[in-house]
């Protein structure tokens, strides 16, 4: 008697996949159990830091990727073994939440000089409070396994005491020191901006041409101005000198002579600088040392005066005696056309030029003088580099080297601190004298102001107003999330988490902020652990749209990534920005990218419904057929987790998805799948053997682990389903497969049997022959593994697959090669014999094309010499094949000839 047994009676499975029905249900069920939680243990760790989101920040598709990026990685850091650990956190984006914070409080009616410091870093904070987390929930949404107990905030006490701690250090080691120096200056942020921060916009601007009165006339006949090409004639109050070239022999005779500088009628000398260039422009530069850091370098030279006309909003001051409070862009259209009416305006003309705009505001950003602290970088950049040059951390790709190569070798001062609230006050106090003190504590302060002065009060120290560079904290991330004692103190033993979780794996970053941020943790980690804090920095590229435009509010071309998940499925939404992401190259997003994620996530669902509908048969003995595809697939799994692993190993993360994609869509779904699926005879589908149903089930429990890292929702709720589950399993924690090696011949057989029915298929199609109708095929032994019989006779109708030596060509049919197995089958009415002659012909010319060009290459002498001996060998491979097929075709027109 045939025992028949309904297999799996888990809960039902919905007909059709519903993300909204499982993504909420497993991410509680993650959490409730803590397995996203990481403590230092015996396994070797990995472990990766999180780029820190602004506080200010939503979810947008950039962070959908890199994030998905990461949550790959660490997911299948667990399954394969490691003790896996993701820290979350945010920054507090000193520029960016201050001009939040006083947007609000403009909106209520209240300014921000109306209020004190600790007034107004109250509302700070309760803005933070409110808003400051919604990304992080946000991540929750995608998937990410962040250890959220290990939430980290830039600003948190104990993390703003390593940034406190790391300007004393530096400050008594000699790197830090106070001084005034052209700086960015945001006018609408009202703070010094690094260069990093600058973003460069081409810019439709004008060059005016300006005359300037020589003082005291010239000789008779000779010109009694000079002409000064500017950019910007709102600063001419500021000149305080004309430069020429000391070889520009156009201007001999005006050494020792002054200008008068336009409408205001002041006197500047002409002086000589090799800095100007003769050909550019008229060969006169005006000098504004104030809004210049060219002139400002010239001035230096020349002991020049310094006068700044612009006030910190972008307006004039009284020292620019006309125009004064006018908006600076204002002011310049006013002055042209005074400029104009006074006769001294010669000409304008158009160009296009890069303007420098505030990454946070966009203000186009103000050269201005300015007290500030710097940090010394020449030392720190030096071993920042040597560790990239020598691999040490790995760029990936490595073209980035170029890139960050040129950032380190012309380092400039990095000026740290901020004319800002929000952010870490800068540790420096004040004696009523002017002598300033550096310590961590006000209390150390004091002690140290005493040593100074002993009269001194608490009451008379001042601290800087000013608070430190937000990257000045987080380039201490990945040492001051698990330790932050350690920043500024390189001697002391790391506590338990960072001796364990240091230095950290990989970082999933952009190349914008390759210096910002990458180059500058570098520093840090080598000067406080003495050890780099990441060995691979695996750089992202830009998600643009499919037009390759930046995505951005402006342009209303950014979907809204909630939105997205809503519709296709956070694990669709993964899979489809996976598919088209490589390395440091920039993504054209489109939205069918994340429907095709859409598609495969109900394939993975729908198959496993097929699976689960099966009835198994406990007595019914496994059929050839079953038995070659489960060996097949078996084999076919093995060898595509080597490929998977390899492409892992080397960062081909887009390479290694699709390989799991093609897996399971065509090798599971497409053919193995299709073989073993019990017919159906009568409307009644029979049964599967138990051998065949538990090797498919075990196939699909491997290849769910396999896709979990990509997807992780549907891959745990059809795992839980498999089979019972204890309370507190989850897919996250098991095993990744691991490979016990492949069939090289019995892949490549079940290829050809592949490639077979494609073929036979192809043909019942040109024949307008029913798949339901059986046909005849007969195959030459030679070549042909007769072990793929039964998948071709299943797949391919064709019940009566003879294997013979030579072909039956009394009736008429058709022939067709897999590689260089020969197949034919008779048609007899359903070929056209002129037809089949003329595909034949065709064939034969082609491959005698095909011949000629192999030949040329072989008879090229170079080639032949210089080619790797493995290229060489498959050209004559080539050669010998095509001359087999053009033999095979030759035989098979002769007969119907």
Known sequence: MTIIKQDFIQMELPNKYDPSLTEDKWYSYWLENGFFHSVPDEREPYTIVIPPPNVTGVLHMGHMLNNTLQDVLVRRARMTGYNACWVPGTDHASIATEAKVVEKLRAAGIEKSDLTREEFLKHAWEWRDKHGGIILEQLKKLGASCDWDRTRFTMDPHLSEAVINTFVYFYKKGLIYRGVRMVNWDPEGLTAVSDEEVIHKETDSKFYYLRYKIAGGVAGGECDYVTIATTRPETIMADVAVCVNPEDERYFHLRGKNVIIPLIDKEIPIIEDDYVTMDLGTGCLKITPAHDINDYEIGLRHKLPVIDIINDDGTLNEKALILVGEDRFVARKKIVKMLEEAGLLEKVEDYKSQVGHSERTDAVIEPKLSMQWFLKMEDLAQDALQVVEDDSVRLIPDKFKNTYRHWMENVRDWCISRQLWWGQQIPAYYLPNGEFVVESTFEEALEAARKINPSIKAEDLV???????????????????????????????????????????????????????????????????????????????????????????????????????????????????????????????????????????????????????????????????????????????????????????????????????????????????????????????????????????????????????????????????????????????????????????????????????????????????????????????????????????????????????????????????????????????????????????????????????????????????????????????????????????????????
């Open 463 to 897: 601290q800087d107003e000013d608070v430190l560079d937000t990257w000045f904290s987080s380039w201490l991330w990945p040492i001051s999330v698990f330790d932050p004692s350690k920043p500024g103190f390189p001697d002391k033993a790391p506590n338990a988490d960072l001796a364990y979780y240091y230095p950290t794996n990989d970082l999933v970053t952009a190349p914008e902020i390759l210096f910002f941020w990458v180059a500058r943790m570098i520093m840090a980690g080598e000067e406080f652990c003495q050890d780099i804090p990441f060995r691979n920095v695996y750089l992202t590229g830009i998600v643009r749209d499919k037009q390759g435009r930046k995505m951005s509010k402006q342009l209303g071309n950014s979907p809204d990534p909630i939105k997205l998940m809503k519709e296709y499925g956070a694990d669709g939404v993964r899979l489809g920005m996976l598919l088209c992401t490589s390395a440091g190259n920039d993504i054209l997003f489109d939205e069918s990218q994340v429907e095709q994620g859409r598609n495969f996530s109900n394939k993975i669902w729908n198959a496993y419904r097929l699976v689960k509908g099966w009835k198994v048969s406990y007595t019914m003995p496994q059929s050839d057929v079953n038995r070659l595809a489960v060996s097949w697939f078996a084999s076919q799994l093995n060898k595509t987790i080597d490929s998977i692993n390899e492409d892992f190993d080397k960062f081909r993360i887009s390479d290694a998805v699709m390989t799991i994609y093609k897996l399971f869509w065509d090798d599971f779904c497409s053919w193995y799948l299709e073989i073993i699926k019990p017919s159906f005879v009568d409307g009644v589908q029979e049964n599967i053997d138990k051998t065949t149903f538990d090797a498919t089930i075990s196939y699909f429990d491997s290849l769910l682990k396999i896709l979990h890292p990509v997807m992780p929702f549907i891959t745990e709720e059809l795992w839980q389903n498999i089979e019972d589950r204890k309370k507190g399993e989850t897919i996250m924690l098991q095993q990744m497969p691991i490979s016990a090696g492949h069939d090289k011949a019995l892949i490549s057989a079940f290829d050809k049997a592949i490639e077979t029915v494609v073929a036979i298929r192809a043909l019942r199609q040109s024949k307008n022959i029913s798949p339901r109708e059986p046909l005849l095929v007969q195959v030459k032994s030679t070549f042909y593994p007769a072990i793929i019989t039964p998948v071709i006779s299943k797949m391919a109708n064709v019940p009566d697959l003879q294997v013979v030596e030579e072909f039956d060509t009394t009736s008429a049919g058709q022939s067709f090669m897999v590689g260089t197995i020969e197949y034919f089958a008779p048609l007899a009415d359903k070929v056209d014999l002129d037809e089949e002659i003329a595909k034949i012909v065709a064939e034969i010319i082609r491959y005698e094309g095909f011949i000629k060009g192999v030949n040329a290459k072989l008879g090229n002498a170079a080639f032949v010499a210089n080619a790797p001996e493995k290229v060489v060998a498959l050209e004559h491979k080539k050669l010998s094949d095509a001359t087999t097929k053009i033999e095979t075709l030759q035989a098979r027109l002769a007969t119907l000839k």
